[in-house]
């Protein structure tokens, strides 16, 4: 079992850029694939990025953050990062993310453990 906990969120201008952090506490961190999902007031949870597990070289991301953000992770401080550049108004939302041991998928239903998720809000 891997307990997850997000952090890095914050207010931030259209343009800016901020670095989320998702620390997990447990065994075998490197052998869970990773995601970053995000939801928005009154919309369904989306994936916006995935990492594979191990030495994180296979990626997904979604087509609205592409050449914007970049997942990466660090097996040796069991974290998964989110850096996200020129940010928008529409990547406000409630930034989530979860493991799973296997191949990495954006279906968020597919993922057995989640953090609790931190506020990521970008001003125009």
């Known amino acids: 079992q891997v307990q997850l906990v997000e952090s890095g969120g914050g207010l931030v201008q259209a343009g800016g850029s901020l670095r989320l952090s998702c620390a997990a506490s447990g065994r075998s961190f490197s052998s869970y694939a990773m995601g970053w999902f995000r939801q928005a007031p009154g919309k369904e949870r989306d994936s916006v990025a995935t990492i594979s597990s191990w030495h994180g070289g296979s990626t997904y991301y979604a087509d609205s953050v592409k050449g914007r953000f970049t997942i990466s992770r660090d097996n040796a401080k069991n974290t998964v990062y989110l850096h996200m550049n020129s940010l928008k108004p529409e990547d406000t939302a409630v930034y989530y993310c979860?493991?799973?041991?296997?191949?990495?998928?954006?279906?968020?239903?597919?993922?057995?453990?989640w953090g609790q998720g931190t506020q990521v809000t970008v001003s125009s």
């Open positions: 979860a493991a799973r041991v296997g191949i990495a998928t954006p279906r968020s239903r597919e993922y057995d453990y």
